[in-house]
């Protein structure tokens, strides 16, 4: 991390992020990481971009025939998510809709799923974690005091929706992860989501009981349901027109979906974590890595970004109920939730993880490269 306090000239990454790299130009690493996707195939031409788009969905049909379903979508009522079940329908695609229950939707999230579903024509399946279980790692990961501490919920909808797609015979997974609105995530705020040594590494040193129901998955096992059983996972937003304004003018005029606020804030504890504990106790604003994906795609300008990221992240009342609700919900006290907020911070290279196993040999960015790849697969 630099010394002295940097906002990218660009966007407005700052050093609060603190792996960011600035070039002579004042522009951060995140966005000339950015400027070279972009700039590759299949994003470098309006041709190729819909080439491959037309070889998915053919793919999805091809493989869907005689199928109930040709393809699997997680749902969560957000924005990204309710667009991606829009654009799915325009393509003429058969999806089952997948919603993992956590504990912590919100009734506006509930409500979105199931109105826009319905209008769309689309089986939902829902998928209820198993509250005690789910809790005792919601806290081991608090306990922990690392940034990426949502894991644990991201790990379980990506192992759900392999799983369905396994159970339906389907080789195609929409995803709602873009490039337009979600560039330029710092690696160490979001690592882990494919990790289960680490996500079992934090909840053995801090977790009071067995996860016996909760859906996990190896990178060996996502290795092979890509490789071996041909199941593909495709960003499709990337390949259509994303605008979030234009999204939400669709979603809300043809579907009646209503806004929560806020980026992931559909859910409750997403909205205090992101809004409350990251600025609180990691320094962490995700805004500004949101808003600077806005402004790497041309949806909004720095301008208008530095005055958004100015006001709070959501209303104070809010916040202390949002906190109360927390707390509660979790089985804590206010006291040990104060001893949580002020431990000192950790990150994911502070417990076992496959990141480091690798580094070990080959060095961190080759296996960051390799995590990379098996990803995209």
Not at 233 to 261: H, M, R, S, T
Not at 301 to 311: C, H
Request: with cysteine; charged share 25%; glycine share 6%.
């Amino acid at each position: 991390m630099p010394e002295l306090y940097t906002t990218c000239t660009r966007c407005i990454m700052d050093t609060t992020d603190t792996s960011i790299q600035f070039d002579e130009r004042g522009v951060c690493n995140h966005c000339r990481r950015y400027d070279e996707v972009i700039h590759a195939y299949p994003f470098n031409s309006p041709e190729s971009i819909e080439l491959e788009l037309e070889k998915m969905i053919t793919r999805a049909k091809e493989n869907g025939k005689g199928k109930p379903y040709d393809c699997v979508i997680g749902v969560s009522g957000g924005v990204d998510s309710t667009y991606l079940a829009y654009i799915a329908r325009q393509k003429g695609l058969r999806p089952i809709a997948v919603h993992l229950d956590n504990g912590w939707n919100s009734e506006l999230a509930v409500h979105n799923i199931e109105k826009v579903l319905k209008k769309l024509g689309i089986d939902l399946l829902t998928h209820v974690l198993e509250w005690d279980e789910f809790k005792d790692l919601q806290i081991a990961f608090l306990k922990a005091s690392v940034s990426d501490a949502e894991i644990p919920t991201d790990h379980a909808i990506s192992g759900i929706l392999y799983k369905v797609a396994r159970k339906y015979g389907i080789r195609t997974i929409l995803l709602g992860t873009n490039i337009a609105t979600e560039s330029g995530l710092p690696f160490a705020w979001t690592y882990g989501v494919s990790d289960w040594m680490y996500i079992d590494g934090v909840h053995k040193r801090f977790g009071t009981r067995k996860l016996t129901n909760y859906p996990h998955f190896r990178f060996i096992d996502e290795f092979y349901w890509k490789v071996f059983c041909g199941i593909k996972v495709f960003p499709i937003l990337d390949y259509v027109p994303y605008n979030k304004a234009g999204a939400l003018n669709v979603l809300q005029n043809e579907l009646g979906w209503e806004y929560y606020g806020g980026k992931h804030y559909e859910s409750i504890y997403t909205r205090f974590f992101q809004g409350y504990i990251l600025p609180r106790k990691f320094n962490i604003d995700k805004r500004r890595a949101h808003l600077s994906a806005l402004i790497r795609s041309g949806q909004i300008t720095r301008e208008a970004a530095l005055e958004e990221i100015a006001a709070p992240t959501y209303p104070e009342n809010l916040q202390r109920e949002d906190r109360e609700y927390v707390i509660k919900k979790l089985g804590l006290t206010g006291e040990e939730f104060d001893e949580i907020m002020s431990a000192p911070v950790k990150t994911f290279r502070d417990y076992p993880n496959y990141y480091n196993l690798a580094a070990k040999t080959i060095g961190f960015d080759q296996a960051r490269q390799i995590m990379r790849k098996i990803r995209s697969l």
